[in-house]
Structure formats: structure tokens, C-alpha cells
């Protein structure tokens, strides 16, 4: 059994040479690989132990750090895995971040090199330079093949392969600097068996799936679960540099898709698009991701022929839960039942487990004697936080959740997405879900906005379908077609019309950069005030503008 992410790679390379390892489809927008590409697993065998090879002459060896910031080039697998077999841990920087967020991922993980490519190479060498410590950088293609050497010793301890740190993943923290997540080789394999084996509509048969990921390498879907998953089972990881609506189906089709990667925002594009005839030209088999509406997934799988599984996992938890068993469930936010060796438990705020259909926050464990095995070893350099993650043996992971007696679990939302009104938790993705299928909305971000009387209210920054005019006509219009899926108290009382909803490389909305920091999104002259048309209506004769004895009350 390898004992490491290269050892699994070197493996089936040597036992299946002259399959598929990593594709790309031709591309005039990319900025490298135009044509497209193929690599054979025994290519790119021998690529990887050439650069490894260039690593140990340079002088790294077990326990430096190397950070990439390569997008999603195909050199970006190929210095993870040389660094794997040396030793070496390589960190994964977002190549979208500014020079002092930069600044921090390559510091903070006290790195020796970094490894990058045009268009930020410049930018990269500055940033750099600027360190405390001076780190040196490789462009991958400009001229020189020497490496340059470590400025620095490696850091000490290594341990065994199985347990060696192989990555360290900068988590999005909701204040402050990211998380700097460490990962070792054995939660890397993990996730690559526990992501392979889950069986069901998810079936994969080794030496024969295709699987397109059109999301960032520097993410966990794609270094952590899918590499793994694709090594362990001898099959293809195609890679675009990010989702692009217009050439999707295109992209399947020419590389010979069987299964695809997608997150919320993705389907319902994908069926707001005119239909095309190559739409129905690809050999899907399922797509895997998480956050699509039932409406749209039920419209979007009888359109397009293959089923949308809906999932949940986190860096650090290394092993993901999958709506993959036949009979699926199909109602709203369901996201699967844990499997062995997956716990899991349901809490209050005061971690005391609440009954079926209670919302609470999801905490994770493994089953065995260490309830942390296969997970994330730590978060660098910060034993108070990975300790409050893991207090009372359990992981926190700060996503609300309910569970179903037969142990169907259902998304909630993020415990920083709900928004708190008049006492109520109300889910922003519920109020997404709702007005994601309306004819007017293309696509749709739910915030909180400060109230006067009930402390919070709800935002909905829509950005409308095409030809659609922004108006206050069209805002109460989608408020009124809302009725029939929201109570009262669900619905906005704020809707701002957006040409544009910022999302990350893995297309999840930023819904802290909508509007500018310091603005009050109520001000903003997109916005629409429509909290008249929350007031419940009385049962009975009364006039459709009446309201509850109760509310009228409170506001006078």
C-alpha cells in the first residue's frame, strides 16, 4: 500500500503507463496549453521524477516548504508531486490574491521557494523580496532550469511518510488571515479511498472516468479529492483554468467527460443558456458538487440526462458525504448519511445533541480510537484554534444542519449566513433556493442588512436574466412570485439589481464584496426598500394591504 500522494501516482503509472493521467481542452483564452493536452500517466512519471530530481540538486529535502502559484497549469501537479516524493510540503496559494495577502500565505508558511508563471511573475518577485526573510522564485516558463537554492533550513520532525505534512491549504476565515490547514499524506489518501469508494450513483470504474474540474488547483476538490481519487483509480483529471459558461459543453464534449464538477452558481447557468446541439453530444455519467435548488436540479438532470450529487466536506475534514445512494433523496438541501469510518452528531450551542429535525451545528469525527485520524493534523502555528475546533473529541465545522431519523442529513447554511430577524434564524441559501427560479432572476445573493425594528432584514442582490430591466416594478414582481415558496418573514425586504455577483475561483458568491467596505447596502441606488410588502395579511374580508394585529401593534 503507498504510503504517500507521489507513491500512489508512481504506482499507477508503472501499472497502467499509457492511460490517461491529465487533460486539458484547447483553449485561445487560457494563456497556455491552446491547443490542448493529454498526458499518459508513464509521461508524466517520468516529468515528475526528472523535477524531483532537480529539487534534491538544489539542496530541498524533507521539510521545506514551496509555495505554487501556478493557477491550474499542468506544472502546478507536477511540482506537488516531485516536492511529495522529496519530502517536501508544497503550499498552495490563490494566484488572485493581493501582494500583502500574498505576502502573508508565503511568510507565514516560512517557505523556501515559490513557484509561479506569467502573468504575475513580476509581482510575485516583488512581493517576495519583500519578506522578512527574502525567498527566491522560479518562473516555470522562463528560461533558467536550475532551481534556485533554499534560503533557509527545512523545518524539523518530519515523521514518517504516512503521517508527513504533504500540503498545507489556506482556508477563507471569516476574520481576519486565512487558516493555514495542514494535511498529511495519509488524510490526502484517505480522501482519495473514502471519495472513490462512495459508490452508488457516484460509481467509478478505475482505468475508464474522465473527470473535467473546472475549479482552482490551489482548492481541496482538486489536489486533495479528485487527484487522489483519480491516482488511486488509474483515471483522467481534466482541468480548465476556471468555469466558463460559454465553452462548457464544448469542453466535455472535446475531452471526453464521464463525470464533472460543479457548485451552485454553475447548473443554473448552464440552464439559462439557449439550448445548443452539443449539449447533447456528452457521455456524463454524473456531475458532484453542492448548493443547487431542487427546482434547478430537477430541471437541469431531465435537460441535460445525468444526475447532480449533492455533497458536503471541508479542508479540514479530509472525507466527504455524498448523496450518491439509490434511492436518492431529493428533497431540498439533502447532502447524504455518514459512513464508517465518518461520526457525526448534531448540537446546540452548547454541544448537547439535538433532536431530529432541530437545527445545529454538524460536528465530525473518525469512528476509532483517534477521532482525528484522517483528518487535518493542525492549523499552522495556531494550537488554540485547532483545539477549540476539536474540543469535547469532536470537530466543529460551523455549518447548521438537521438531521432525519433514517440519518438523511440537510444543508441549513453556514452559521455566518444566517440572518437573525425579530428572533427568527432564517438561512440565506433558503431564500436563494426560493428566488433562483424565478424568470427575472439569473442569479441571486442573499445578505443581511441592518433594521431598526427587527435588527436584521434580508438582501436579495439579484442579477437579472437578460433583457430584463431593472425597475421597482420588477422588485415587487419577484417578491409577489415569491409568496408561494416563503412565509412572510422570509421574504426580502430589500432587493438591489447587480450586473455583476463576485464569486471566487471555485464560483462561491462573495457576498462581502457586492457592495464597497463601509457602505450601507440600503443606501446604494440599485437598492429597492420593499419591507411594506412583508407584512402578513390577515385571514378573512380584510383588505390584501391589511396586516397582523401583532405586527401593527409593534410598529406603532
Given at each position: 500500500?503507498?504510503?504517500?500522494?507521489?507513491?500512489?501516482?508512481?504506482?499507477?503509472?508503472?501499472?497502467?503507463?499509457?492511460?490517461?493521467?491529465?487533460?486539458?481542452?484547447?483553449?485561445?483564452?487560457?494563456?497556455?496549453?491552446?491547443?490542448?493536452?493529454?498526458?499518459?500517466?508513464?509521461?508524466?512519471?517520468?516529468?515528475?521524477?526528472?523535477?524531483?530530481?532537480?529539487?534534491?540538486?538544489?539542496?530541498?529535502?524533507?521539510?521545506?516548504?514551496?509555495?505554487?502559484?501556478?493557477?491550474?497549469?499542468?506544472?502546478?501537479?507536477?511540482?506537488?508531486?516531485?516536492?511529495?516524493?522529496?519530502?517536501?510540503?508544497?503550499?498552495?496559494?490563490?494566484?488572485?490574491?493581493?501582494?500583502?495577502?500574498?505576502?502573508?500565505?508565503?511568510?507565514?508558511?516560512?517557505?523556501?521557494?515559490?513557484?509561479?508563471?506569467?502573468?504575475?511573475?513580476?509581482?510575485?518577485?516583488?512581493?517576495?523580496?519583500?519578506?522578512?526573510?527574502?525567498?527566491?522564485?522560479?518562473?516555470?516558463?522562463?528560461?533558467?532550469?536550475?532551481?534556485?537554492?533554499?534560503?533557509?533550513?527545512?523545518?524539523?520532525?518530519?515523521?514518517?511518510?504516512?503521517?508527513?505534512?504533504?500540503?498545507?491549504?489556506?482556508?477563507?476565515?471569516?476574520?481576519?488571515?486565512?487558516?493555514?490547514?495542514?494535511?498529511?499524506?495519509?488524510?490526502?489518501?484517505?480522501?482519495?479511498?473514502?471519495?472513490?469508494?462512495?459508490?452508488?450513483?457516484?460509481?467509478?470504474?478505475?482505468?475508464?472516468?474522465?473527470?473535467?474540474?473546472?475549479?482552482?488547483?490551489?482548492?481541496?476538490?482538486?489536489?486533495?479529492?479528485?487527484?487522489?481519487?483519480?491516482?488511486?483509480?488509474?483515471?483522467?483529471?481534466?482541468?480548465?483554468?476556471?468555469?466558463?459558461?460559454?465553452?462548457?459543453?464544448?469542453?466535455?464534449?472535446?475531452?471526453?467527460?464521464?463525470?464533472?464538477?460543479?457548485?451552485?452558481?454553475?447548473?443554473?447557468?448552464?440552464?439559462?443558456?439557449?439550448?445548443?446541439?452539443?449539449?447533447?453530444?456528452?457521455?456524463?455519467?454524473?456531475?458532484?458538487?453542492?448548493?443547487?435548488?431542487?427546482?434547478?436540479?430537477?430541471?437541469?438532470?431531465?435537460?441535460?440526462?445525468?444526475?447532480?450529487?449533492?455533497?458536503?466536506?471541508?479542508?479540514?475534514?479530509?472525507?466527504?458525504?455524498?448523496?450518491?445512494?439509490?434511492?436518492?433523496?431529493?428533497?431540498?438541501?439533502?447532502?447524504?448519511?455518514?459512513?464508517?469510518?465518518?461520526?457525526?452528531?448534531?448540537?446546540?450551542?452548547?454541544?448537547?445533541?439535538?433532536?431530529?429535525?432541530?437545527?445545529?451545528?454538524?460536528?465530525?469525527?473518525?469512528?476509532?480510537?483517534?477521532?482525528?485520524?484522517?483528518?487535518?493534523?493542525?492549523?499552522?502555528?495556531?494550537?488554540?484554534?485547532?483545539?477549540?475546533?476539536?474540543?469535547?473529541?469532536?470537530?466543529?465545522?460551523?455549518?447548521?444542519?438537521?438531521?432525519?431519523?433514517?440519518?438523511?442529513?440537510?444543508?441549513?447554511?453556514?452559521?455566518?449566513?444566517?440572518?437573525?430577524?425579530?428572533?427568527?434564524?432564517?438561512?440565506?441559501?433558503?431564500?436563494?433556493?426560493?428566488?433562483?427560479?424565478?424568470?427575472?432572476?439569473?442569479?441571486?445573493?442573499?445578505?443581511?442588512?441592518?433594521?431598526?425594528?427587527?435588527?436584521?432584514?434580508?438582501?436579495?442582490?439579484?442579477?437579472?436574466?437578460?433583457?430584463?430591466?431593472?425597475?421597482?416594478?420588477?422588485?415587487?414582481?419577484?417578491?409577489?412570485?415569491?409568496?408561494?415558496?416563503?412565509?412572510?418573514?422570509?421574504?426580502?425586504?430589500?432587493?438591489?439589481?447587480?450586473?455583476?455577483?463576485?464569486?471566487?475561483g471555485t464560483q462561491k458568491v462573495r457576498k462581502g464584496v457586492i457592495f464597497p467596505e463601509g457602505s450601507d447596502p440600503r443606501e446604494d441606488p440599485r437598492s429597492h426598500d420593499l419591507r411594506q410588502m412583508k407584512r402578513r395579511a390577515v385571514p378573512g374580508p380584510a383588505s390584501a394591504g391589511a396586516v397582523s394585529s401583532a405586527e401593527h401593534n409593534s410598529k406603532h
Amino acid at each position: 500500500m503507498p504510503d504517500s500522494v507521489y507513491e500512489q501516482f508512481r504506482d499507477a503509472a508503472r501499472q497502467s503507463p499509457d492511460l490517461p493521467f491529465l487533460a486539458y481542452p484547447a483553449s485561445t483564452t487560457r494563456g497556455y496549453d491552446s491547443k490542448g493536452s493529454e498526458y499518459a500517466y508513464g509521461d508524466a512519471l517520468g516529468i515528475v521524477d526528472k523535477l524531483a530530481d532537480r529539487y534534491v540538486a538544489a539542496g530541498y529535502r524533507e521539510g521545506h516548504r514551496v509555495a505554487l502559484v501556478l493557477g491550474n497549469r499542468p506544472d502546478h501537479f507536477w511540482h506537488l508531486l516531485a516536492l511529495n516524493r522529496i519530502g517536501a510540503s508544497a503550499v498552495l496559494i490563490n494566484p488572485d490574491y493581493l501582494p500583502a495577502e500574498l505576502a502573508y500565505g508565503i511568510g507565514f508558511a516560512d517557505c523556501a521557494l515559490v513557484i509561479g508563471a506569467a502573468p504575475m511573475i513580476d509581482e510575485l518577485m516583488r512581493v517576495a523580496a519583500g519578506l522578512e526573510i527574502p525567498v527566491p522564485v522560479f518562473d516555470v516558463v522562463g528560461p533558467g532550469l536550475e532551481l534556485p537554492p533554499p534560503p533557509r533550513a527545512p523545518a524539523a520532525g518530519i515523521g514518517p511518510a504516512a503521517g508527513r505534512e504533504a500540503l498545507i491549504i489556506y482556508t477563507s476565515g471569516t476574520t481576519g488571515n486565512p487558516k493555514g490547514c495542514i494535511i498529511s499524506n495519509f488524510s490526502c489518501l484517505a480522501a482519495g479511498e473514502f471519495y472513490g469508494t462512495a459508490g452508488g450513483l457516484m460509481e467509478m470504474t478505475p482505468g475508464r472516468e474522465r473527470f473535467y474540474v473546472p475549479f482552482p488547483s490551489f482548492h481541496m476538490s482538486v489536489s486533495v479529492f479528485t487527484l487522489n481519487t483519480m491516482t488511486r483509480l488509474r483515471n483522467c483529471l481534466i482541468m480548465q483554468d476556471r468555469f466558463h459558461a460559454s465553452t462548457w459543453w464544448a469542453d466535455i464534449v472535446s475531452t471526453r467527460a464521464t463525470a464533472v464538477h460543479y457548485l451552485g452558481i454553475v447548473p443554473p447557468l448552464l440552464l439559462k443558456a439557449p439550448v445548443t446541439e452539443i449539449e447533447k453530444q456528452h457521455r456524463v455519467k454524473f456531475g458532484q458538487g453542492a448548493g443547487v435548488d431542487p427546482s434547478v436540479r430537477t430541471a437541469f438532470e431531465a435537460r441535460f440526462g445525468f444526475p447532480l450529487v449533492e455533497g458536503w466536506g471541508m479542508t479540514e475534514t479530509s472525507r466527504a458525504i455524498h448523496n450518491a445512494s439509490e434511492p436518492r433523496c431529493l428533497e431540498p438541501r439533502a447532502f447524504g448519511r455518514p459512513r464508517p469510518p465518518m461520526d457525526m452528531r448534531v448540537v446546540d450551542e452548547n454541544d448537547v445533541t439535538v433532536p431530529f429535525g432541530i437545527p445545529g451545528e454538524l460536528l465530525v469525527r473518525d469512528s476509532g480510537p483517534d477521532p482525528r485520524r484522517g483528518f487535518f493534523t493542525a492549523y499552522l502555528k495556531q494550537p488554540e484554534e485547532t483545539e477549540r475546533a476539536w474540543r469535547g473529541g469532536w470537530f466543529h465545522t460551523g455549518d447548521i444542519v438537521t438531521q432525519r431519523e433514517d440519518g438523511m442529513l440537510f444543508f441549513v447554511e453556514r452559521r455566518k449566513n444566517i440572518i437573525r430577524r425579530s428572533g427568527e434564524n432564517i438561512s440565506a441559501a433558503t431564500v436563494e433556493d426560493a428566488l433562483i427560479g424565478d424568470p427575472a432572476v439569473q442569479l441571486v445573493a442573499v445578505i443581511s442588512v441592518p433594521d431598526d425594528f427587527h435588527d436584521e432584514e434580508i438582501m436579495a442582490c439579484v442579477r437579472l436574466a437578460p433583457g430584463v430591466a431593472p425597475s421597482l416594478e420588477v422588485a415587487r414582481e419577484i417578491v409577489d412570485r415569491a409568496r408561494d415558496k416563503l412565509a412572510h418573514y422570509k421574504l426580502p425586504a430589500w432587493i438591489a439589481f447587480v450586473d455583476q455577483i463576485p464569486v471566487t475561483g471555485t464560483q462561491k458568491v462573495r457576498k462581502g464584496v457586492i457592495f464597497p467596505e463601509g457602505s450601507d447596502p440600503r443606501e446604494d441606488p440599485r437598492s429597492h426598500d420593499l419591507r411594506q410588502m412583508k407584512r402578513r395579511a390577515v385571514p378573512g374580508p380584510a383588505s390584501a394591504g391589511a396586516v397582523s394585529s401583532a405586527e401593527h401593534n409593534s410598529k406603532h
